[in-house]
Nanobody, 121 residues
Framework: VQLQASGGGLVQAGGSLRLSCVAS????????TAWFRQAPGKQRELVAR???????YYPDSVKGRFTISRDNAGNTVFLQMNSLKPEDTADYYC????????????????WGQGTLVTVSS
């Protein structure tokens, strides 16, 4: 599986962006997917997860502002980001794994390239 992320950009605080991650290959519906982010000098962190069954998870830092969704027919996972804050500035990465246990431990097998999100104050 190859993942291609897009949709990053510069936005003012309070604004919105939607990130997309398109997967190559077959059987995308069998992959648990997630979005991570990494800001300069900080560790990579999980911001959203969606399982093959459609269950979602968000950390408190983005809960209520970010929404992950997937379009299995289009081999795409989305991250809708609303009410953006300057602290959301980071490179955002999509990731996938067919193994639910690995997904729940944030251990992913396939990674896309980052897409930069910059939120100005």
């Amino acid at each position: 599986v190859q993942l291609q992320a897009s949709g990053g950009g510069l936005v003012q605080a309070g604004g919105s962006l939607r990130l997309s991650c398109v997967a190559s290959g077959s059987f995308f519906s069998r992959y648990n997917t997630a979005w991570f982010r990494q800001a300069p000098g900080k560790q990579r962190e999980l911001v959203a997860r969606i399982t093959t069954g459609g269950s979602t998870y968000y950390p408190d830092s983005v809960k209520g502002r970010f929404t992950i969704s997937r379009d299995n027919a289009g081999n795409t996972v989305f991250l809708q980001m609303n009410s953006l804050k300057p602290e959301d500035t980071a490179d955002y990465y999509c990731a996938a794994t067919p193994n639910i246990l690995r997904a729940l431990k944030s251990e992913y097998d396939y990674w896309g390239q980052g897409t930069l999100v910059t939120v100005s104050s």
